[in-house]
């Protein structure tokens, strides 16, 4: 199977066929990181991220994985779809604000088991800079060097950021009220991982 770069490289060289793959390679991963976070665009902001891989393959250092330069990417594409819809001439922090101050409604998709909504619920109270950082921590297991690629920070950093998102976490979930949340978290980092979403259910039909 040829690597992600040799793909990016040939599809950067024309070749069609290997965007196809590409994108069907990733696409489940990629939809699932926008599909929890935007209204009606998930599917255009995939497009775009893949489309932004090829404009920007110059900027690639290739010093990290392939994976990493999508998720900057995609987090890059997110922040600007939740500036365009914001209000005129107001800047956004995206290490204060959270989902739910910015949208009064996110489409979500059903979830089965009780303990991943309130895990969701939890993560979109947080500052949406820190939501990211702990997902691709938990869901896509990302580790310091990874996550400082993607956040632009020290791998150093990007453990003190961790550390301060998981007690914010600890503290949302604490406030779903049920013994068995505030038992879980004891365990924080496997509960969570557990209670990865399913991407194919996420995927459009």
């Known amino acids: 199977m040829e690597s992600d770069l040799e793909l990016l490289g040939r599809w950067c060289d024309g070749d069609k066929q290997a965007g196809s793959d590409l994108f069907a390679r990733h696409f489940d991963v990629v939809y699932g990181f926008f599909a929890r976070k935007v209204e009606d665009e998930a599917e255009e902001l995939v497009q775009d991220t ?30 600007a779809y939740w500036r365009r819809r914001g209000v005129r001439g107001h800047a ?37 800079d820190d939501q990211l950082l702990l997902e691709m921590f938990y869901w896509e297991n990302m580790d310091s060097a990874e996550l400082g690629e993607v956040f632009e920070l020290a791998p150093a950093s990007v453990r003190s950021r961790l550390h301060r998102a998981r007690q914010v976490l600890r503290s949302e979930l604490s406030l779903e009220g049920p013994a068995e949340i505030e038992t879980s978290v004891t365990s924080l980092d496997s509960w969570a991982r557990r209670l990865r979403p399913d991407r194919s259910s996420s995927r459009p039909r």
């Open 50 to 79: 893949f489309v932004a891989c090829v404009h920007s393959r110059d900027a690639f250092r290739q010093q990290s994985s392939f994976r990493t330069y999508l998720f900057a990417i995609a987090r890059n594409l997110l922040y």
């Open 92 to 128: 956004i922090d995206f290490q204060e604000v959270s989902l739910t101050d910015l949208a009064t409604s996110i489409g979500t998709h059903l979830e089965r088991d009780q303990d991943r909504k309130l895990l969701l619920a939890a993560l979109q109270r947080l500052p949406l």
